[in-house]
């Protein structure tokens, strides 16, 4: 696949067919608040029978995650990152910690920019990396003025404190709790230093589990210490759903 083709590609995925309200699946999520979760008769191999809304997370043939395995290697755009700094927001949902964003941090990526609206927390990893395991995922959601959503995806291992976590892993709410702190924080502080990635076309990871996500996840992981990893699962647990089928779809890797 060349560079042409590949936004031919984009392109489809970000048009007309993959339009919705983004308003319409955040109020279904908040509606539902307390049907779904990661254990016991609320965990993701029921998703899709706790509410006929969700009926995609198990019929959808388009879902996430995935292992990534077996990428096409190709001369994918590169990602620009226009992060401004935001005062620190975060809320736990009681299914992950997310930091809702101050507006006017933007990507740039296929010629469309998008928006950084809120970023959240996975424990363990979400995406595999040719079946490789990884500690936790945060997930930088983007979307555009027509709907269209790019999450980038950044795997954590066990290493040394990573500092930028440092003053949200420190404050986090308990559950159904929100806290506005005094603080500014940059969201490029959470990207690894190389900035190859990968690229599918997949859904949300939670319900409704629309298909409606452009994902590029960094192949190269940041650090986090056990403490922090720790302060997180004692707060949220294990807020990771299992790896999805492939079915009929391409990785892609940039060069
Ligand atoms: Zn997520």
């Not at 809304?53 to 198990?58: E, F, M, P, Q």
């Not at 296929?110 to 809120?118: A, S, V």
Request: proline share 5%.
């Amino acid at each position: 696949m060349n560079r042409r083709i590949f936004f031919k590609y984009l392109a489809a995925i970000t048009s007309g067919s993959f339009v919705f309200s983004w308003q319409s699946v955040i109020e279904a999520s908040e509606k539902n608040h307390l049907q779904w979760g990661y254990i016991g008769k609320a965990a993701p191999e029921n998703w899709a029978n706790l509410d006929s809304k969700y009926a995609v997370c198990g019929s959808g043939l388009t879902q996430s995650p995935i292992n990534l395995k077996s990428p096409i290697t190709e001369d994918l755009p590169s990602i620009s990152f226009n992060y401004q700094e935001s005062a620190l927001h975060i809320v736990n949902n009681g299914r992950s910690i997310q930091v809702n964003y101050a507006p006017g941090s933007t990507i740039l990526f296929g010629g469309t920019t998008y928006e950084l609206q809120q970023f959240h927390f996975h424990h363990p990893c979400e995406h595999k990396i040719d079946s490789q395991e990884f500690d936790m995922e945060v997930h930088l959601v983007h979307y555009n003025k027509s709907g269209s959503l790019v999450v980038v995806a950044v795997l954590m291992e066990l290493g040394k404190e990573n500092l930028a976590l440092t003053p949200i892993f420190k404050e986090l709410p308990q559950l159904g709790r929100k806290k506005n702190l005094s603080l500014t924080i940059n969201a490029k502080n959470l990207l690894p230093t190389k900035n190859n990635y990968y690229y599918y076309k997949g859904s949300l990871t939670t319900p409704p589990s629309s298909e409606i996500v452009n994902w590029l996840i960094f192949e190269q992981p940041i650090k986090i210490s056990a403490q922090q990893i720790e302060q997180f699962a004692k707060i949220i647990g294990n807020n990771a759903r299992p790896i999805q089928a492939l079915n009929n779809r391409l990785v892609l890797k940039s060069l």
